[in-house]
């Protein structure tokens, strides 16, 4: 959640400087109200919530003391009002009736593992079940745990979600931060079809995220740049996994042909100045020049042609080391000094031998 933070206060500077420039939101620029799609969710009502929970748990036959009970009435008018964060107040319903919903929440103040077991039974309910998945996903987004929240909250139906709003917001972050692009835009544009009743941090974040990843391209430095952040998020956690470890070897994969193409440009540039710096002699350097007139030009060469050995095998084309260095150069000269990094770490790669796995 850190991360996510910095990232939002950094957009919403950004937002603010073109508000005051009088610039409009990318996002939202030629969006028509007339052709705004119909919103496919609505955000329930807290009685209509409560409602649904109380029946859920009827037949726990766990009855309240009238000090628990009375604190649970004035967190539900809490909610209400809005003054109580209405996901809270359902898992505290449930942690003062439900022995592993309280464990639930000692866990998660202490940064511990949702219980796989419970947010599988079946005898929990469906409800209940969701309601629990989309409040222990939230609780990982907020410790940066992104690929282990989205697990949770991927498969839940916004429609009969206890937040609709909490869902598709944390959603997109998890895959905002993962790099999945489509998914992203899509939880985002989604959110945003209520935009007038969510929160207003919800609805200027989704706009802000949303417009950040659909501008990344696949493979492209931004991207390699991204995707080594997640591996090192990954592994401040702990985490140096099978799937950390697929994402270091598609960031080397990235970066060898990042690196190939900027040697076949650098090639191509070299080849093109060697061809067309022939012939510098003549009449004022009009060699150099193609004729202004139709005309038969004076034969001035001797008319034999030069044989280059271009070489053979696995190795051809291959740049010599002042010239790879030169292509180096040109990224470092072309390219924010934010990316740097990718190319460092791609050479040590390659000092220490390992580029071929992680």
Known sequence: ?????????VSLAAFAAAAIRGES??????RDPELAREASWSQPAVADVRARLDEALADRGITLGDAAAAELDQAWKAAATGRQDLLDVV???LAARDPRAAAAVQAAAQGGEPDPQWLADPQAGTFVRDAVRL???RALV???RFDEALPLLADLDV???VDPAALLFHRGCCQHWLLARDGAVESFERLLEREAEIPARYARLARLLRADIAAVETDSLDHIARRMKDVRRRLDLGKAGPETKRVQVGVIESLDKLIAELEQQQQQQGQGAAGGGGGAGGQGGAAGRSMEDSKLARGLGKGEVRKKDLGSGAGWGD???HEREA???QIDREYPPYYREAIEQYFKRLATGGEDGP
């Open 1 to 9: 959640m850190r991360r996510l933070l910095i990232f939002a206060a």
């Open 25 to 30: 939101d990318p996002a939202s620029e030629g």
């Open 91 to 93: 898992i505290q319903t």
């Open 135 to 137: 409040w222990w996903g």
């Open 142 to 144: 907020r410790r940066d």
């Open 159 to 161: 429609a009969g979600a």
């Open 319 to 321: 740049l010599p080391p």
């Open 327 to 329: 292509a180096l150069q």
